[in-house]
C-alpha cells in the first residue's frame, strides 16, 4: 500500500512525527525515507544502524510487509529542541501496536522513544539522525550475562 499523495517534507520540525506516522501507517516505506537526507543515520530499537536514505527504506520496506504489517503507530508527545534557525532536535514517544512474533501471533504493544535530529532545507525540514529507543517499564538498564541481555533495575 503507497500513498504517493502524502508530503514527504516537513515544513516545521513539529511535522516529522507525524508524516513518518503517516507514512508508516500507510505501508509506504520511500515516504517515510524520504523524510531524510541521504546520508541520514538510524538507529533502531535494537541496535541496528543504517547509514543512508537507501537503508533506511529497504530496512522499513522489510519491516513494514512483515512483521510490522499490521502495526499501528501513535505519537503520544512531541518536544522540539531549536539549536538554531535551522537545526531541531525532536523528541516523540510513540505507542505501537500490531506487532507479529515469528509464527504471526501478535504481541504486545510497546512504547519508544524516538530522537530526530533535523534540518531546514530547501524543500523543508529534514531529517540528518533518528534514534529509536524502547521503553521498558520497570527497569533503569541493562545487564547481559551468557549473551542473554536481562533488563534491570537497581531502585529500592
Known amino acids: 500500500m503507497t500513498d504517493t499523495t502524502a508530503p514527504t517534507h ?3 520540525p513539529e511535522d516529522i512525527p507525524r508524516l513518518f506516522a ?9 515516504a517515510l525515507a524520504a523524510l531524510f537526507v541521504e546520508d541520514a543515520d538510524f538507529v533502531n530499537v535494537v541496535g541496528l544502524w543504517w ?3 537507501a537503508d533506511i527504506q529497504r530496512a522499513h520496506h522489510y519491516g ?3 512483521f510490522f504489517k499490521d502495526s ?3 505519537a503520544r508527545g ?5 539549536v538554531s534557525d535551522t537545526v531541531a ?3 516523540t514517544r510513540w505507542r ?3 506487532q507479529i512474533d515469528p509464527q504471526g501471533a501478535p504481541l504486545d504493544s510497546r512504547t519508544a522513544v524516538m530522537v530526530f535530529v533535523t534540518e531546514k532545507r530547501s524543500t523543508g525540514w529534514m531529517v540528518l539522525a533518528a534514534h529509536n529507543t524502547d521503553v521498558v517499564p520497570g527497569a533503569e538498564t541493562n545487564s547481559v550475562r551468557n549473551a542473554t541481555m536481562t533488563p534491570l533495575d537497581y531502585r529500592e
Request: no cysteine; charged share 20%.
Open 51 to 53: 547509514h543512508n536514505r
Open 10 to 12: 516537513a515544513e516545521t
Open 22 to 30: 503517516a507514512a508508516w501507517m500507510a505501508r509506504d516505506a520511500q
Open 72 to 74: 499501528q503507530i501513535s
Open 96 to 98: 505501537l501496536t500490531g
Open 78 to 82: 512531541v518536544k522540539v529542541r531549536r
Open 89 to 91: 532536535i525532536v523528541h
Open 64 to 66: 513494514l510487509t512483515t
